[in-house]
């Protein structure tokens, strides 16, 4: 009887962890589908017919100190070592030495296109995306803390109100704000400057509200205790509030730095030259409104996103309970 | 509370001081070859972009007095709002790519004139009258006010699969509507991809060949407007202030793509899904813009045509799409000397044909057609002379600021028209249609007739 009990539960865990698996499975399938992306060839990007790179055969040239690879179907030996091919970018036949033939299957170069593809190259939008980013979440976790506290633990005049107009400012679509908030850099003087790119987004709403709800469950007695033992107001919170409250506080620094990683409309606003620009940027350079240059774009968004996948790995709990916390996706 | 209020006047006085220290319109600035700054702020990227700064790096060594400082600005929206943003804060590039809306919305709407007049240069300049006629007319406002000079206009062209086409014995693509659906109709019926032999096959030779479609389109009010006019239809009164999508020439034209789903021979996509498509050999026929040829055709291995948009039964018309090229006010003499010198040289015959060769755009003057490596691109490169051949019968849509809002509306009404036929509803097409552009004219009307009210106020 017991034997069987455990068998059920055995098979039971056995039939969750096949489910998991699948959807695991399919939740990577984007990821999959990236990758091979980008390792094709831009005429096999859109063959339906085969999920891996194949062989393919290349025309390897050098003109003018430059080396030139286009991809080609060989039509006919000819002898003499020559070989008839179609050129597959403008499909046009001519014959070629053979010795320029080279088979390759997967195309790595598609990575090293596109790093340098863009203006200065993507190391300096990844500098300044870090940068950024890491900025923007340390100044909007603090002020995120600060404001809380003051939310949860102080008496002050017109406290409610002033939380409710705090909470209103998040149904203000970001759009309707980009003029406004443009003119009042540019007076400023800081357009072009990291400091457009930071100094906007170093208070969020939303992280005031997450840590306002978290803080709002700690015991009041614990603050009254801690000021009749002498501690300080500053010393409760850093000594006492922000150790307990570390799994929100970790969860507003994800969503802030994922925020900042994934933001394209903002860099492209508020910078101009190529220098400050941010790794977004740099992808919107393969896909315009004519057409996009697939596996250029799936190699660079590879790399662009292999820091999240980092940061996923090593936060992983912490992506989980925030979204369980908050009801966002990251 | 003394430490607080004096805090709050200092924290004050830093915002007040920081408020009054950005600086106005920029200075001239020079590089170490004495050559001037021009800023030059673009959404062109991709190849595009690569032909864009290529040419940009050319002019700035074919000449030791300017130098061209080109902004990428990722996208047509994005470089829309930023140029406007600039303008409120007086602090604009020297020359900028856009559309005509935006010429509207920075010189006659709001009763400023933020761009120059660049009359005076074009009186001095013997390219004008090169110009096509449809660019001369879609730079220039009321008054006979040139604001810009033409820079990147394409036009739609039809690619079809050959390979596809031979196997229904047809030698050449459709050349007007009803041929493209009949064409589209039988390939529909009669051909297939087979997947082991990876090409179109006839499907009476193949076993279980997958479907293949006539015709795909992304629902955009571009063809449907070329097609209206065709017809015989008109999209606007003169003064752009009512707009005729319900008339029956309209009807007429949205019911071509209706009659498509209904029968099967065509279906929509997403975007530029249909690009994809075409490419997969998934579809026969797509329409899209020239340019996209400089996308796709790397990605093509199989064999195709690229001609003019079909034609249609009452005028020889097509609409041109693309940006201008314009300076702004204030930037001073000295920089809208090189702007000047920089957009002229754009439209030169040389650099306007060696941009169509590289890019699928078409070249802005007559002249350009000329030359000896134009005459040759035009005979022998698949999809050069498809969009030339339309520059003699260009049209342009309405040019107001509005317009742009008139767009989404009728887009959106287009994509529910589909939508209901997609979903197989019992309505009547032919009621379906009329209801829902007899909604859209609506609301455009109004939305027109809100903007010459505002227009009129500030003029």
Redesign the interface.
Known sequence: MVKSHARQKQFRALLVHFFLSIGGLLMCFPFFWMVLTSLKS??E?????HWFPHQKAFYVSVQKGKESVRQV?ILENLGDSRVKVRF????VIEQVESAGLEHRQFLWSNYEKAWNKV?PSFTRYFVNSFVIAVVTTVGQVTTSILAAYAFVFFVFPFKNLLFTVFLATMMIPQETL??PN??IL??????DTYMALIVPWLAGVFGIFMLRQFFAQIPRELFDAAMIDGCSKFGFLFKILVPLSLPPIITISIFTFLGSWNS??WP??VT???EMRTIQ?GL??????????WELLMAASTFCILPLIVLYIFAQKYFVQGEAASGLKG | MRMRLTILIALTLVLLA??G???SQRADEFNKKGQLKI?F?HA??????DVL?GLIQDYNESQDKYYIHP??????D?LE??I???V????T?DVAQMYEGVTMLLTRDEGEESLQALNPWVEKWDGWNQIFPAFQENSTYDNGIIYSLPFNKSFPVLMSNREILKLIGKKNPPGNWSELASYAKEIHERVGYD?EL?KPVLKSQAQNPEDIMGYAFAVDPWLFEVMLLQNGGQMANEEQSEVYFNSEFARESLNWFVKGVQEGWAYRTEG?NH??EF??Q?VAFIIT?S??Q???????????AVTPVPSGREREVSIMSGTNVAIFEGIGEARTGGAWDFISWLNSPEITSKWARNTFYVPTRRDALQRPEMQDYYKNV?GASASIDQLEIGDMEPRSSAWYRCRIILRSYMEKVISHIEKGDDENPDSLIKRYLDMATKRMNRELSKYHIKRKSSS
């Open positions: 831009p005429q990007v859109l063959r339906v017919d179907e597959m970018d403008r499909n203006q980009l003029i443009y003119l540019s007076e400023l003087g800081w357009i394209l409309l492209l606003i101009n030259s190529q940027v919107s350079y393969f896909s315009q409104a004519e057409g996009t240059e | 920081l408020w220290c950005g600086p800023v702020w062109m990227g991709g190849p595009l972009g700064n902004e990428f600005m990722g996208r047509y994005i709002q930023k406007i943003a600039s409120m804060a007086g602090r590039p997947k990876r530029y690009q994809n490419g997969a998934k813009s340019v996209s400089k996308f796709m055709q790397k990605k093509l291995n199989f064999d195709f698949e």
